[in-house]
Nanobody, 120 residues
Framework: QVHLVESGGGLVQAEGSLRLSCVAS????????TAWYRRAPGKQRELVAV???????NYADSVKGRFTISRDAAKNTVYLQMNSLKPEDTAVYYC??????????????WGQGTQVTVSS
């Protein structure tokens, strides 16, 4: 079983910055893509950014140029650096990761979420 724990959320003023962290623990053999999602009040969950096993990244149009996803493979940690934050970035941010825990065993795990609130 693989557990994901997010941290780094909080309250910040518009144009401020936050860095979210997602630490994966468990018997991880390999990681595939790791992604950040968010869910704002009254809205559907939205894919924010993804980093693939080869290092390729993709971003939602709404965060391109402001957010950066990165990872530290040695620490099984993925980060989301968020700059120039806007009130519309307010949401609960979730980490999602998939991969293998064995030759035949796969996992697809979610963290508990971390609240990001941006004030105007």
């Amino acid at each position: 079983q693989v557990h994901l724990v997010e941290s780094g959320g909080g309250l910040v003023q518009a144009e401020g910055s936050l860095r979210l962290s997602c630490v994966a623990s468990g018997s991880i053999v390999s990681l595939n893509a790791t992604a950040w999602y968010r869910r704002a009040p009254g809205k559907q969950r939205e894919l924010v950014a993804v980093i693939k096993s080869g290092g390729d990244t993709n971003y939602a149009d709404s965060v391109k140029g402001r957010f950066t996803i990165s990872r530290d493979a040695a620490k099984n940690t993925v980060y989301l650096q968020m700059n120039s934050l806007k009130p519309e970035d307010t949401a609960v941010y979730y980490c999602n990761a998939g991969g293998r825990t064995g030759i035949w065993q796969t996992f697809d795990s979610w963290g508990q979420g971390t609240q990001v609130t941006v004030s105007s």
